[in-house]
């Protein structure tokens, strides 16, 4: 057989773990892995000097196209996702106008999407009061499950549920075996603690308090017990819940959880007054919390880490009055998070094949793209070059992000993408976009 593409490395990240090895690509898809030194035919014969990694999957970002698109949109988000190593993400249904809780907000969504998306891009529906009529309609369309909010989503348009609009949705859902994703902070705790303004950030942790995401946590599992539902945990930041997921899991329940970048490496102690490029809700806590939420993830209590890229314009960080209580809440990263987590896992011992897993192959697996998240034989040739060894500061203007604000600016992180497939095609290279957008729409069940 003559390969369309062949990648070597020392250090391939394989469904295996980490080998020396050349990957072998025919007609988008991996056919072959063989010997790092094996002779075979290509038109493409690449030896690499980093590692090779799958391309990233990030099941949890806002794009937020058409509606809000000053703030992000499909050409700026998927050109830092490319740059980032990321090679699919789904979209969240809120912060773009129309939110995605209908048929018709999903094609206007996707009219405004196409032609813009240099990596392939799914999108979840959106669960709110009122829209139970309009779940299966929006799975026949492709979506791979739904979001809802135990509390205010922070715009308008896309209402919180209550437990018993959970409940309504979760009846239909399991008919169909499909996901609900909630943002999981109790509203009455919430609402109990709310401060009305406030420059410390010891105060705004004050108002969003751990004991919220707990108490969401357990009525979400007691409600997905008594369904027998699919439902994951978006952007957990309390440790405690830890306890609860764990046991849920151990009886059965089906439910699963995610981490963020900004939870695994920025801490409550580091957060300066006024600093609102720090927001983001629920909050960074404090430094034993995140060792714990380590702790989390290297047991399998948290299954992944996604990024919950959520951009807003500078205006709408109000840095000239530093009110944390008024300030968008949400931290982009969608290009760095594979060198945020790299950095904080070598210092804990942990391997790149395991960043991979939780980064790839297991958001992967939750929305049930069966031909990505690994490096094998018969996958999507979505893959990524990565420098382990390099180090670099954070400038702000080298970031695809249509709005440059990040907490991270300055920081010195370790590894860096150098190049970026989708399908087997060269999307970017050394800081650099190749080739017109390649993206495609994924479907939920089709791909």
Request: proline fraction near 5%; include cysteine; aromatic fraction near 6%.
């Amino acid at each position: 057989m003559r390969f369309d593409l062949i990648l070597r490395s020392q250090h391939v990240m394989t469904d295996i773990g980490d080998r020396p090895a050349a990957v072998c690509i025919k007609d988008s898809r991996i056919a072959k892995i063989a010997d790092f030194d094996e002779k075979l035919d290509a038109k493409e014969d690449l030896t690499l000097t980093g590692s090779l990694i799958p391309g990233l999957v990030d099941s949890h970002v806002h794009i937020n196209e058409p509606g809000r698109t000053q703030w992000e949109g499909f050409e700026s988000a998927t050109k830092a996702a490319a740059a980032g190593g990321v090679t699919t993400v789904i979209d969240m249904p809120l912060n773009s106008i129309p939110p995605t809780v209908n048929v018709s907000a999903l094609k206007t969504k996707q009219l405004a999407a196409e032609g813009k998306c240099s990596i392939d891009v799914g999108f979840w529906g959106g669960s709110i009061p009122g829209n139970v009529k309009d779940l299966e309609p929006l799975l026949e369309q492709g979506v791979f499950g739904f979001k809802c909010f135990l509390l205010h989503s922070g715009v308008d348009e896309f209402p919180a549920s209550n437990l018993d609009d959970l409940s309504a949705a979760l009846e239909v859902l399991v008919k169909k075996d499909a996901l609900m994703i909630v943002h999981a902070e109790d509203s009455i705790a919430i609402q109990r603690s709310a401060k009305p303004s406030s420059r410390s950030y010891a105060e705004f942790l004050a108002s969003r308090p751990k004991g919220a995401e707990n108490v969401a946590v357990a009525q979400l599992i007691e409600e997905a017990r008594r369904i027998k539902g699919r439902v994951h945990v978006l952007h957990l930041s309390s440790a405690d819940s830890l306890t609860l997921i764990k046991s849920a899991k151990s009886d059965g329940v089906r439910i699963t959880a995610e981490t963020c970048p900004h939870y695994l490496s920025l801490t409550a102690e580091e957060i300066a007054d006024g600093a609102t490029q720090y927001k983001c809700c629920p909050p960074i806590r404090e430094k034993r919390n995140q060792v714990e939420l380590w702790q989390g993830l290297q047991q399998g209590i948290i299954d992944f880490i996604v990024s919950d890229h959520s951009p807003c314009t500078q205006d709408l960080k109000i840095f000239e009055i530093g009110d944390f209580q008024q300030a968008w809440g949400g931290i982009s990263s969608l290009q760095l998070g594979i060198s945020i987590i790299w950095s904080q896992a070598l210092e804990r011992g942990i391997p790149l094949w395991q960043v991979c897993t939780w980064m790839s192959a297991k958001p992967a697996e939750l929305v049930g793209l069966k031909h990505k998240g690994s490096i094998a034989v018969g996958m999507d040739a979505d893959l990524a070059e990565f420098d382990p060894n390099e180090e670099f500061r954070v400038e702000p203007t080298k970031l695809f992000h249509k709005n440059q604000i990040t907490p991270y600016q300055g920081k010195v992180l370790k590894g860096r993408i150098k190049q970026t497939w989708l399908r087997g095609a060269l999307i970017f290279k050394d800081g650099v976009m190749i080739n017109s957008p390649q993206g495609v729409f994924l479907v939920r069940g089709k791909n």
